[in-house]
């Protein structure tokens, strides 16, 4: 007959001694939170990374700016040109 006293805590791993046990769950403890921390760590480096890349391109391709003046200026510039020939006439 078992004596059910003696034992009142529930056993994670059934093959360690109690001392065994206390060891174990004293290191995988930190050894969780530090694997926590690192994937926390790696989803903030990523989400920055994709920002990086995200603004990279859109200085690359100019997207989301509007170019100012663009073609106005250049048909202005052969506008004026052509003035200056009409002006003058032909040589």
Known sequence: MMNMGTEKYIRLIPDLSREDEIIWLRYTYPLCLLSLALIAFLAWQWAKLKGLVEEIRKDKYLIGTQLVNFYREAAS???????????????
């Open 77 to 91: 510039a052969v506008t004026e040109a052509n003035r200056g020939t009409e002006l003058t006439g032909p040589p």
